[in-house]
């Protein structure tokens, strides 16, 4: 059983900084690209942010300069630092994991719970 779970999300003012967490955790085998989705109401999810497990980083346009992710592979562990927050990033935030369970051949796709990211103007 493989779980991921979010934390570090809040309430925040227009400017302000957070650091979102995700822990991967359970029988894991190796874990491939870790990414960070964001929901806003009304909205469809977007991706965020991307890291590969060699390190290589995609982020979307709209978070290019501010946001910053990054992972320690020896803890399963990925995050996202958000600088400079907007009200438009108000969302509910969403760890994404492809990982080879232990028992099993191919890998699957795995997501947190996710965590809420109030910014308020």
């Known amino acids: 059983q493989v779980q991921l779970v979010e934390s570090g999300g809040g309430l925040v003012q227009a400017g302000g900084s957070l650091r979102l967490s995700c822990a991967a955790s359970?029988?894991?085998?190796?874990?491939?690209?870790m990414d960070w989705y964001r929901q806003a109401p009304g909205k469809q999810r977007e991706l965020v942010a991307g890291i590969t497990s060699g390190g290589r980083t995609n982020y979307a346009d709209s978070v290019k300069g501010r946001f910053t992710i990054s992972k320690d592979g020896a803890k399963n562990t990925m995050y996202l630092q958000m600088n400079s927050l907007k009200p438009e990033d108000t969302a509910v935030y969403y760890c994404?994991?492809?990982?080879?369970?232990?028992?099993?051949?191919?890998?699957?796709?795995?997501w947190g719970q996710g965590t809420q990211v109030t910014v308020s103007s």
């Open positions: 359970g029988s894991i085998i190796s874990v491939n690209a």
């Open positions: 994404h994991a492809v990982v080879l369970p232990l028992g099993l051949v191919s890998f699957r796709d795995y």
